[in-house]
Nanobody, 122 residues
Framework: VQLVESGGGLVQAGGSLRLSCVAS????????IGWFRQAPGKEREGVAC????????SYGESVKGRFTASRDNAANTVSLQMNSLQPEDTAVYYC????????????????WGRGTQVTVSS
């Protein structure tokens, strides 16, 4: 089982990034995918969750209206489009997989990626 995030980087405030999470080793279309982030010295924060079948999404309050999650089950990929980025969005972003229904508590997720760094400069 593997989840690999990519697309992170350095961007100026107000800019955009698109993260990807590519999965392998499990039946992708039966799993919800969550995005989380963790900044230094802060607790892990739920960013988004997209369900397995109907594409239902849920978002953390701090990113609603700015971030959009989508999935391509044929490509075993979930994307996170992040717009209007702000310095407080700086964190390591992780994707995770669970067969449950969004929203899903972080401790329940079965599989996790290693993360990708997003840095937003002011």
């Amino acid at each position: 089982v593997q989840l690999v995030e990519s697309g992170g980087g350095l961007v100026q405030a107000g800019g955009s990034l698109r993260l990807s999470c590519v999965a392998s080793g499990f039946t992708f279309d039966r799993y919800a995918i969550g995005w989380f982030r963790q900044a230094p010295g802060k607790e892990r924060e739920g960013v988004a969750c997209i369900s397995s079948s109907n594409g239902f999404t849920s978002y953390g309050e701090s990113v609603k209206g700015r971030f959009t999650a989508s999935r391509d089950n044929a490509a075993n990929t979930v994307s996170l489009q992040m717009n209007s980025l702000q310095p407080e969005d700086t964190a390591v972003y992780y994707c995770a997989a669970d067969p449950g229904v969004c929203p899903i508590p972080p401790l329940k997720y079965d599989y996790w990626g290693r993360g990708t760094q997003v840095t937003v400069s002011s």
